[in-house]
């Protein structure tokens, strides 16, 4: 059973940083592609960014592109979303997101 265990979140001032993890559990995690996505309060689920099993491919959003870096640690299971320069648009629940499975999100809050 696929498991994901997101935490790093938390409340931060304007510009300031976090970084998010991401452990899964329940498959093996270096075969498959991860995602970040987030919720904003009273919006839908939005892409941020994603990765290939390997750790060599990524992509963004572009508002989120410059700022955030996805990485992962296929040896412990865990995907990572470096976020800089945060911004009160980035306020959002994040989620990790392997194929439309998603953990329970960790909530990011920056304030101005």
């Known amino acids: 059973q696929v498991h994901l265990v997101e935490s790093g979140g938390g409340l931060v001032q304007l510009g300031g940083s976090l970084r998010l993890s991401c452990v899964a559990s329940?498959?093996?995690?270096?075969?498959?592609?991860m995602s970040w996505v987030r919720q904003a309060p009273g919006k839908g689920l939005e892409y941020v960014a994603d990765?290939?099993?390997?750790?060599?491919?990524?992509g963004y959003e572009a508002p989120v592109e410059g700022r955030f870096v996805i990485s992962r640690d296929n040896a412990k299971s865990t995907l990572y979303l470096e976020m800089k320069n945060l911004q009160p648009e980035d306020t959002a629940v994040y989620f990790c997101?392997?194929?439309?499975?998603r953990g329970q999100g960790t909530q990011v809050t920056v304030s101005s």
């Open positions: 997101d392997r194929g439309g499975v």
């Open positions: 990765i290939n099993n390997y750790g060599t491919m990524t």
């Open positions: 329940g498959f093996t995690f270096s075969n498959y592609g």
